[in-house]
């Protein structure tokens, strides 16, 4: 019972580590993407 009640430190500590490459990755994809489709149809 005692291991069941004791919360694990690592969880919130992966899921702060999943939000923020979240936070980041999103906006780094969408400059990514939209400099991506640029090249592409400069390169058409």
Known sequence: ???QRSPEPA???WR???LAALL???PLGY???RLLITW???AA
Do not use: C
């Open 40 to 42: 592409l149809l400069r």
């Open 16 to 18: 702060h580590e999943i």
């Open 24 to 26: 980041l990755g999103v």
């Open 11 to 13: 969880a919130p500590d």
């Open 1 to 3: 019972m005692n291991e």
């Open 31 to 33: 400059l990514f993407g």
